[in-house]
């Protein structure tokens, strides 16, 4: 067993946009090389909008390579400085973090599977935490 990081993408600017059931917004994580070394551990979702998710790790060709969902019935809610947060409990996966190349980054894709739409802009900002094991 290795050391295990986590890292998140990024509020304010990552995961803002508006999604219809079944779109997705894709991001390259922040902090995540694609050098086929190591794994995604664990992951786990922070949201303002209580919805049905999917967590996807895309290839270098953006195929989806491996999902994990996070349900509105698994949702746990906080508020935090005012604001009413969604926590989506970690989940144990085993992703091997792929080679990108040319690609330096991962990209890492939310969908919605709610038919409520997301939330546009910081309103609906969600944040992604993964556990990467080295």
């Not at 390259?28 to 694609?34: I, M, N, S, V």
């Not at 992951?43 to 989806?64: M, R």
């Not at 390579?65 to 970690?90: C, E, M, R, T, V």
């Not at 919605?112 to 309103?123: E, R, V």
Request: glycine residues 8%; aromatic residues 10%.
């Amino acid at each position: 067993m290795g050391i295990v990081y986590i890292i998140e993408s990024v509020p304010a600017t990552h995961y803002t946009g508006a999604l219809a059931q079944f779109a997705t917004e894709e991001e390259e994580f922040p902090g995540l090389a694609g050098d086929g070394v190591g794994e995604i551990s664990g992951i786990s979702v922070k949201s303002l909008d209580n919805l049905d998710w999917s967590v996807e790790l895309w290839d270098a060709d953006n195929n989806i390579i491996a999902a994990q969902l996070f349900k509105i019935a698994d949702a746990i809610q906080q508020n935090i400085d005012g604001s009413l947060y969604y926590f989506y409990p970690i989940s144990k996966v085993e992703w091997p973090i792929p080679v990108t190349c040319p690609k330096r980054t991962v990209t890492i894709a939310l969908r919605n599977l709610s038919a409520t739409n997301k939330t546009a802009g910081i309103a609906g900002a969600v944040t992604i935490f993964l556990n990467i094991t080295k």
